[in-house]
C-alpha cells in the first residue's frame, strides 16, 4: 500500500497515516472486509517504524473503523451507523493539505479583547479597545445621497472595472487635500487601493521574499507585524520612546540586519499616540538614503491634529524615490467604505501598479466615484474640523478621568492627536492578566503585549481608544478601570 507521506509537515506520520487510511473507509474506497497490510510490512513499505503503523491502527480501531482479529491481521468493518467517536481533535478529518495549514496560521489578537468584554456579559459594556473612529458620527446620510447622485450621474461608468490606478479625479482630490498639508504629489504618482492595508501589503510583497528583515517600530501597528509574519519576512524592531523611532539606534541595526524595507508610522503612532520630531525626520530619511533602504511612511491619521505644530511628512523630505507614502479614509471618515492610497515615484510605482492589478483587478470604481464627489464639495474639510473638536474633547476628557480614577504609578503622555492614548499600569502590574477583570467590571482596553513582536514584552503597557465613545461613557469606563486596577493590586 502507497501512503502519501511529507515528513516536512507538523503533522505526525501515524496521523497522516491514519487520516489517509480513515477517509479511504469512509469514502469506501476502501471496502468492509478489506485486509490492511501487517503493521510490519506497512511500515517497512512506508518507511517508518512499526509502532507508528500501530499507533494509526489503534486509533482507527478506537473509531469503530477496523478491528484486529488475533493473528489473522486488521480487517475494515462496515460503516457504523452510529457517528464516530468524537477525536480529541475535531480538525484530524480534513484533508492533509488543510492541516498543514493550521501550523501556520496566525491568532489574530486584534477583536479578542472585545469578544472577551461581550463574554464577560456585562449589561453596559464599553469598550476602548477599538482601533477606529466613532462609528455614531459617519457622515452615512451624506454618503448615501452621494451615492445616489452618482448612480444617477454616471450610470454604468461607475461599474466598470474603470482605471488601474484609480479613479483620476479622486486621484486628483487626493492630491489636494496632501498639498493642503505640505505634501506634493501630482495625481500621477497616486495609487488607490481598498484601504490602507492592501496598500502596505502590497508594498512589502513587491519589496521584499521570505527571510528577507523588515525593520519596525517596536511597539507598532500589530495587523502589519502579523502580515509580514506571515509573509516569512523576520521582523527586527527598532526601540521608541515618546518622541516615537529612536532614530540614534538605527544606523547599528541598519549594519547588522541589512533590512529591505523601514515601516513606520511617524504621526500619532498605533499604539503610542506619539509623534517623529522633525530633527528625527531628517535623520531618519538621512540613513535610508545612505544605507539604500526604502522607508515606508503609513500616517493612518495625520490629519487628526488637535494641538501643537505638524511635522513635515517623510515623503516631503525625500530626496527622491526613497519614501514611499501610504495613507485611508478609514479612519478620518468611514473603515468600510474601503477606499486608502499610496504615493510613490520612481520604478516602483509601476511594479505596484502591475502588482495591484494581478492582486484585484480594480478597487470599486462606484465608491471611488462617490468619495470623490464628497470629498470635493469641501464636506471632507468640515467633518474633519468637526470631528477634530469633538476628539480633542474626548481627549480631554479621558485625560481628567485618568487623572481622578486611576491609582497612583499609572503614566501616560497626552496624545496631541489621533486615536490612541498609551497608558503604563504601575510597577509589576500586567495588562493581559488586568484585562479579564476589567471585562468583568464591564471595559476593555487593548493589552500591550499585542503590539510587540513576539508578544512578550510590554505587558505592563495598554492601548485607550479614547475617540471611539462620548466623554460621559468615557468618564464611567476609565472609572472601572481604576476599579479593575485596584482590585488587581490587592490580589497582587
Ligand atoms: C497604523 C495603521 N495603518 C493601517 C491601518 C489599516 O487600515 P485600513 O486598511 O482600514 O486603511 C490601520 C488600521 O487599524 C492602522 O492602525
Known amino acids: 500500500m502507497r501512503i502519501p507521506l511529507d515528513r516536512q509537515n507538523s503533522l505526525p506520520l501515524y496521523q497522516q ?7 479511504g473507509i469512509l469514502s469506501g474506497s476502501l471496502a468492509p472486509e478489506t485486509r490492511l497490510p501487517a503493521c510490519r510490512q506497512l511500515a517497512r513499505d512506508l518507511g517508518v517504524n512499526r509502532i507508528t503503523v500501530e499507533n494509526a491502527y489503534s486509533g482507527l480501531e478506537a473509531d469503530g473503523l ?50 472577551m468584554l461581550k463574554a464577560a456579559g456585562h449589561a453596559h459594556p464599553i469598550s476602548f479597545a477599538s482601533g477606529i473612529s466613532d462609528s455614531r458620527q459617519f457622515p452615512a446620510d451624506d454618503f448615501r445621497k452621494v451615492l445616489q447622485a452618482v448612480m444617477r450621474r454616471d450610470g454604468i461608468d461607475a461599474l466598470d472595472y474603470g482605471e488601474r490606478a484609480g479613479y483620476r479625479p479622486l486621484r486628483e482630490g487626493i492630491a489636494h487635500i496632501l498639498a493642503s498639508q ?18 502596505i501589503s502590497l508594498v512589502a510583497q513587491v519589496l521584499l521574499k521570505p527571510e528577507d528583515v523588515i525593520l519596525v517600530e517596536s511597539p507598532t501597528y500589530n495587523i502589519a507585524v502579523d502580515l509580514f509574519n506571515r509573509l516569512g519576512f523576520i521582523v527586527v524592531g527598532i526601540p521608541m520612546d515618546g518622541q516615537g523611532m529612536q532614530v540614534e539606534k538605527l544606523e547599528k541595526l541598519l549594519q547588522q540586519h541589512h533590512p529591505k524595507l523601514i515601516y513606520t508610522i511617524p504621526n500619532f503612532h498605533n499604539p503610542t499616540g506619539t509623534c517623529l520630531t522633525g530633527a528625527r525626520r531628517r535623520q531618519l530619511i538621512i540613513l535610508a538614503d545612505r544605507y539604500n533602504v526604502p522607508i515606508l511612511e503609513d500616517d493612518f491619521v495625520g490629519d487628526l491634529r488637535y494641538e501643537g505644530r505638524a511635522q513635515p511628512a517623510l515623503k516631503s523630505l525625500d530626496p527622491g524615490g526613497q519614501v514611499i507614502y501610504v495613507s485611508t479614509f478609514s479612519k478620518m471618515l468611514m473603515p468600510g467604505i474601503r477606499v486608502g492610497f499610496l504615493a510613490a515615484d520612481g520604478p516602483v510605482y509601476d511594479s505596484l501598479l502591475g502588482f495591484k492589478r494581478l492582486s484585484d483587478l480594480a478597487t470599486s470604481t462606484l465608491i471611488q466615484r462617490a468619495l470623490e464627489a464628497y470629498v470635493t464639495v469641501g464636506r471632507y474639510q468640515a467633518y474633519l474640523r468637526r470631528s477634530i473638536l469633538l476628539f480633542r474633547k474626548r481627549r480631554d476628557a479621558m485625560v481628567s478621568a485618568i487623572d481622578r480614577y486611576l491609582p497612583a504609578g499609572t503614566a501616560y503622555d497626552p496624545p496631541q492627536g489621533g486615536l ?21 467590571e464591564g471595559v476593555s482596553f487593548a493589552p500591550g503585549s499585542h503590539f510587540f513582536a513576539g508578544g512578550s514584552s510590554g505587558r505592563e503597557w495598554m492601548r485607550l481608544n479614547f475617540v471611539s465613545q462620548p466623554a460621559e461613557e468615557i468618564e464611567v469606563g476609565i472609572k472601572r478601570l481604576g476599579k479593575a486596577i485596584r482590585r488587581m493590586s490587592v490580589r497582587q
Not at 184 to 190: H, S
Open 17 to 23: 497515516i491514519e487520516t489517509y487510511l480513515r477517509q
Open 66 to 115: 477496523v478491528f484486529s482479529r488475533v493473528g489473522s491481521g486488521t480487517y475494515v468493518l462496515p460503516p457504523n451507523p452510529l457517528p464516530p467517536v468524537q477525536k480529541s481533535s475535531p480538525e484530524a478529518d480534513w484533508p492533509l493539505w488543510q492541516q498543514s495549514l493550521q501550523a501556520h496560521n496566525i491568532v489574530a489578537k486584534s477583536g479578542l479583547a472585545d469578544e
Open 182 to 199: 505640505g505634501l506634493q504629489v501630482p495625481a500621477e504618482n497616486i495609487l488607490i487601493t481598498a484601504g490602507s492595508q492592501p496598500a
Open 420 to 440: 490612541f492614548l498609551w497608558l503604563r499600569l504601575p510597577e509589576a502590574m500586567s495588562a493581559d492578566e488586568l484585562l479579564p477583570l476589567a471585562c468583568e
